[in-house]
């Protein structure tokens, strides 16, 4: 229960997660119910289930997976090696800076380098190959993705193994584990919340990705984010829009939940 001083503290908090969470999800609930006209259906939803946005939502989670996993596969013994290195915490605000940078000129700078005529280009052409399209490929936008991403996904695995008793390594390796079972059976599962929290923060967002989508990888990927721009922007179906986000909202509500850390109990 709380006392009279807890809830007006607590006020606060509570108008914010009502004007800015609650209520814009309840309008979006509302949009995706209405038709172009403005008039009540249950139509989005049923066109939601149509082979065309299903594909479409199958390849969001593919991407946003291998998105994920590239990102993982690179930010876990990045993460493992600032914590060996003297000035970890140095290292690890350098990694962070380029995140501070806005996303759209990091983009643009992208599809600077990757063009025809950008440095990638001419260091193919000096050994001897013709130029690239390298834009607008599958390859391009996994690899920005995952650029932009690694940040994200390095800093709570960096916490992780920072907070790691190094006790427990000794310990393996004192009764005759070697490396890689001392990282299977200790390491990792010890520093695992820390891989949640960072597959939370890279996956989701990867989902609803669009303004990549567009710039990078061009009309090649279609995924939920490019879908629900193009009913607002170009379709200006509003209600079907709606119905994505919907999806999309509940899909990372299932994805929160899978990637949660649980609570552990027992006896002090």
């Given at each position: 229960?709380?006392?009279?001083?807890?809830?007006?503290?607590?006020?606060?908090?509570?108008?914010?997660?009502?004007?800015?969470?609650?209520?814009?999800?309840?309008?979006?609930?509302?949009?995706?119910?209405?038709?172009?006209?403005?008039?009540?259906?249950?139509?989005?939803?049923?066109?939601?289930?149509?082979?065309?946005?299903?594909?479409?939502?199958?390849?969001?989670?593919?991407?946003?997976f291998l998105i994920t996993f590239f990102t993982l596969l690179i930010a876990y013994p990045t993460a493992y090696l600032l914590t060996?290195?003297?000035?970890?915490?140095?290292?690890?605000?350098?990694?962070?800076?380029?995140?501070?940078?806005?996303?759209?000129?990091?983009?643009?700078?992208?599809?600077?380098?990757?063009?025809?005529?950008?440095?990638?280009?001419?260091?193919?052409?000096?050994?001897?190959?013709?130029?690239?399209?390298?834009?607008?490929?599958?390859?391009?936008?996994?690899?920005?993705?995952?650029?932009?991403?690694?940040?994200?996904?390095?800093?709570?695995?960096?916490?992780?193994?920072?907070?790691?008793?190094?006790?427990?390594?000794y310990a393996a390796r004192d009764l005759g584990a070697s490396a890689w079972t001392t990282f299977r059976r200790v390491v990792f599962?010890?520093?695992?919340?820390?891989?949640?929290?960072?597959?939370?923060?890279?996956?989701?967002?990867?989902?609803?990705?669009?303004?990549?989508?567009?710039?990078?990888?061009?009309?090649?990927?279609?995924?939920?984010?490019?879908?629900?721009?193009?009913?607002?922007?170009?379709?200006?179906?509003?209600?079907?829009?709606?119905?994505?986000?919907?999806?999309?909202?509940?899909?990372?509500?299932?994805?929160?939940?899978?990637?949660?850390?649980?609570?552990?109990?027992?006896?002090?």
């Open positions: 229960m709380f006392n009279k001083s807890t809830k007006g503290a607590l006020t606060p908090y509570f108008i914010f997660i009502a004007l800015f969470v609650i209520a814009p999800i309840a309008l979006i609930i509302y949009y995706s119910m209405l038709d172009l006209h403005g008039n009540f259906t249950l139509a989005n939803y049923k066109n939601f289930f149509t082979s065309t946005y299903l594909s479409m939502t199958l390849t969001s989670f593919w991407y946003a060996k290195t003297k000035h970890k915490h140095l290292w690890l605000m350098l990694i962070i800076i380029p995140s501070w940078i806005n996303l759209l000129l990091k983009t643009y700078a992208f599809i600077g380098i990757f063009g025809l005529y950008g440095p990638l280009n001419a260091v193919i052409e000096v050994f001897g190959f013709d130029p690239q399209q390298i834009l607008f490929t599958d390859f391009s936008f996994i690899f920005v993705s995952v650029y932009i991403f690694i940040p994200f996904m390095i800093i709570p695995i960096f916490n992780s193994l920072d907070k790691l008793n190094p006790s427990f390594i599962p010890l520093t695992i919340d820390g891989v949640k929290s960072g597959i939370q923060v890279t996956f989701i967002p990867a989902l609803s990705l669009f303004m990549i989508t567009r710039l990078i990888a061009g009309n090649q990927v279609i995924t939920l984010g490019t879908a629900i721009e193009q009913q607002f922007l170009v379709s200006q179906n509003w209600g079907m829009g709606s119905t994505i986000a919907v999806f999309l909202i509940l899909f990372m509500v299932v994805i929160m939940l899978f990637t949660g850390q649980k609570k552990k109990g027992g006896r002090a």
